[in-house]
């Protein structure tokens, strides 16, 4: 055992014995839906206490088994004592008279086919978490972004060649192919470096047409000065092999002359509300003032973002997606108005901050869960060859940890007259970086990589006149290029940052 700082490091057993002597892996979760089950008993389940007594249970378990495999039963004695020391003791009775209850898993699935689009929600929700989650999501605790479906994953990278190009693929194929692949964003890497200027227009037609089909939505990366690695000569994708590399496409113009074609074609096609332009700019084009503003003005300002191309650093392609990281797993909010007002924190800042990490931990708890699903989906649906299940890609996949209502939080805190002060600024920081910290922290003890995007800077607004506009927007670019977090610029100025 040694001292980090305040705290001491402790190792975490890998495995568990079972009382009928099985050597089985060792899951904190059961901790966590054993002691809900305990609250649900005495009438008053609570998801959060129970998650957040677990966090205190780890602590000791790792400190007096120092890494050893314990027995079940030595895990029950721990669970008991810590929930009574934490000044539960009524509910470590009830823990320990319920404990031979068997716990409820999520819904067993025989695959694919039994979780449908659409369908109840809560059905869904059961299918993939287990009760104490749930309960969490129920009450407001745990958001997620427009649940569609069990097997729906947050947003992944598409190929642009997949997508109707020339290679003698209709729109109806392009459909077929696609339906399999359950996000509810595609992210397109640098089709300008795939087109020429005379097949741009055709190829966003056949975009917007394909994505009103399947109820989607897609960003497009456009204007990257660094070449994807599928259309690089005679290069494959980094994650699905087999693709063509440049020497099977066409030849192409300059990038830069095929992503104002794309744009200009975007401006008349049916459905073009459903593609986010991300418009790429690196250094050198910024040192040049060469924004493109014109061009952008003409995409609604929700629609429209630039991404900053820094040296060194991953070319990104959406929230929580860069040409690394292929797929984003899950989207999950943290409601923190709620938080604040739950019971045992009730509006007092200090206990809210202190017991931040445990609501972080939950979120990633939902993110290792609905990868389990997702991975026994596959494994019962062998004939569903989607690209989650290819290349590792679903281990891959992050969990986006998106906090809800910090502005609110913060007014909630130090009331409405301070919220635009620089305490309020310092206290948005200081939330942000206890969420991240501990959900890294949480994460990489389960093999789960986490992303918060979008909450570091604040919105600078841009002038109303053309002029003015394009001259601030340059300004506001240049502003953000020296923060070496920000990663994103909105059309009117709002900052996002990538964790």
């Given amino acids: 055992m040694e001292r980090v700082g305040k705290l001491e490091k402790y190792t975490l057993p890998n495995w568990v014995f079972k009382r009928d002597g099985r050597l089985v892996p060792f899951e904190a979760d059961k901790i966590s839906q054993a002691l809900f089950t305990a609250t649900e008993a005495q009438g008053r389940p609570n998801a959060f206490l129970a998650r957040e007594l677990t966090d205190g249970v780890l602590h000791f378990l790792g400190l007096e088994t120092e890494g050893d495999n314990p027995t079940t039963e030595q895990i029950a004695e721990i669970v008991a004592k810590v929930t009574r020391e934490l000044g539960h003791p009524e509910l470590a009775r009830t823990f ?56 729906a994953i947050e947003s992944m990278v598409v190929e642009p060649s997949r997508l109707g190009h020339s290679w003698g693929e209709s729109l109806l ?149 860069d040409r690394v990281h292929a797929c984003v797993l899950i989207e999950i909010g943290l409601n923190l108005p709620r938080f604040f007002t739950l019971e045992g924190i009730e509006g007092r800042l200090d206990i809210f901050l202190d017991k931040l990490p445990s609501l972080a931990n939950m979120a990633i708890s939902a993110g290792v869960q609905k990868r389990a699903f997702l991975s026994r989906a596959h494994a019962k649906s062998p004939t569903r060859q989607t690209r989650l299940a290819q290349g590792f890609l679903l281990y891959r996949a992050r969990a986006a940890i998106r906090p809800v209502g910090l502005d609110e939080v913060v007014r909630q805190a130090l009331g409405r007259d301070a919220s635009e002060s620089k305490t309020a600024s310092d206290l948005k920081h200081q939330i942000v970086k206890t969420i991240h910290a501990g959900a890294t922290r949480h994460g990489r003890a389960r093999n789960l990589e986490i992303v918060m995007d979008g909450v570091w800077s604040p919105r600078i607004e841009i002038a109303s006149s053309a002029v003015s506009r394009e001259k601030n927007a340059l300004t506001v670019l240049r502003q953000a290029w020296k923060n070496p977090g920000v990663r994103r610029v909105g059309l009117e100025g709002s900052a996002e940052a990538m964790s």
Avoid: M
């Fill in 96 to 151: 320990l008279a319920a404990r031979d209850i068997p716990q409820e898993a999520p819904l067993e699935t025989a695959g694919f086919a039994e979780i449908r689009p659409h369908e109840n929600q809560s059905t869904a929700r059961r299918a993939v978490f287990t009760r104490d989650l749930v309960s969490a999501l129920e009450s407001g605790l745990l958001e997620l972004s427009d649940w569609e479906s069990a097997e």
């Fill in 173 to 321: 194929d392009e459909i077929v192919r696609l339906r399999s692949e359950v996000a509810r964003h595609f992210l397109l890497d640098s089709p300008d470096h795939l087109l020429s200027a005379a097949e741009a227009p055709g190829w966003i037609r056949q975009l917007c047409r394909l994505l009103e089909t399947l109820d989607r939505q897609a960003i497009v990366n456009l204007n990257s000065g660094a070449a994807p690695a599928w259309s690089r000569e005679g290069g494959v994708g980094p994650l699905f092999p087999g693709q063509p590399g440049t020497d099977t496409l066409p030849s192409k113009q300059a990038p830069a002359d095929v992503a104002y074609a794309l744009l200009d074609g975007l401006t008349n096609a049916v459905g073009n509300e459903r593609v986010t332009i991300d418009w790429h700019l690196d250094e050198s084009t910024l040192a040049a003032g060469n924004i493109e503003f014109a061009r952008a003005v003409s995409v609604p300002p929700d629609r429209w973002r630039w991404t900053l191309d820094r040296s060194g650093q991953v070319v990104a392609l959406g929230e929580g997606v």
